[in-house]
């Protein structure tokens, strides 16, 4: 292992891939998933409830802490270009995130964060980070609109010039919000995707969204590995 990196640990939910990217800009593509646990955020259609609901889960079976040097030398084990730091909510954890980033960074990785938009990133993670795929909540998640929306935070994403903006839509309401929140922050580009954890629910979503995705100019995402996959683990 590499001894530079034996100090910072990181709690992961799970490690897994080489998989296919199912959301957003660099859907299709081959990646490698770390996924860590904790979430400041209680979406009610969350689709990974056991990186956060410790009244569903246990905690001491759903969350380890792993060295950050064993992380890297798991990804670098496999010749795959892309990998995706996920959650939870992977900011709650930037700090021991740098360590990680860095190095597969310099080891030639392209390494993209998925964040909710509620913690602004430090300027040292950013700076290595290939993209950010932020996730604002809608109010289809069921959470307050105080705690899901901050102002600042997406300000921030918006103007460090590695954002790209990807929502999960419910329905009508969802699709109004969104196109406020567009014209109030600015945020380009935006990519619309479906809440569903079955292909049938994804299908029909993506034809719900066609014709709101035509109209504001969004860019519509599937959840290819729902898809391919279903609601499985791992994938």
Not at 46 to 68: G, H, L, N
Not at 192 to 214: C, E, K, N
Request: proline share 6%; with cysteine; net charge neutral.
């Amino acid at each position: 292992m590499t001894n530079s990196y034996m100090s910072p640990v990181v709690r992961v939910a799970e490690l897994f891939g080489p998989t296919l990217q199912g959301e957003g800009e660099s859907v299709g593509q081959r990646a490698m998933f770390v996924r860590l646990s904790g979430c400041n955020l209680d979406c009610g259609w969350c689709d990974t409830p056991y990186t956060w609901d410790w009244s569903r889960f246990d905690q001491a079976q759903e969350s380890r802490q792993i060295p950050v040097s064993a992380v890297v030398d798991w990804v670098l084990a496999q010749d795959c270009d892309l990998v995706v730091i996920t959650g939870g909510e992977p900011l709650i954890q930037q700090r021991r995130l740098l360590p990680l980033v860095a190095a597969l960074t310099l080891a030639g990785r392209r390494v993209e964060i998925e964040t909710n938009g509620t913690i602004t990133p430090n300027k040292a993670l950013a700076t290595h980070v290939g993209r950010f795929n932020v996730s604002p909540k809608l109010a289809g998640s069921g959470v307050a609109v105080e705690r899901r929306i901050r102002p600042e935070v997406l300000r921030a994403l918006n103007a460090c010039g590695k954002a790209v903006f990807k929502f999960v839509v419910t329905g009508g309401s969802d699709v109004r919000e969104l196109a406020d929140l567009q014209v109030r922050f600015g945020l380009t580009p935006v990519w619309v995707m479906p809440q569903g954890i079955t292909a049938s629910a994804v299908l029909d979503g993506l034809r719900a969204l066609a014709g709101p995705a035509l109209e504001h100019g969004w860019n519509l995402t599937p959840r290819l590995h729902v898809l391919l996959w279903g609601d499985e683990r791992g994938r």
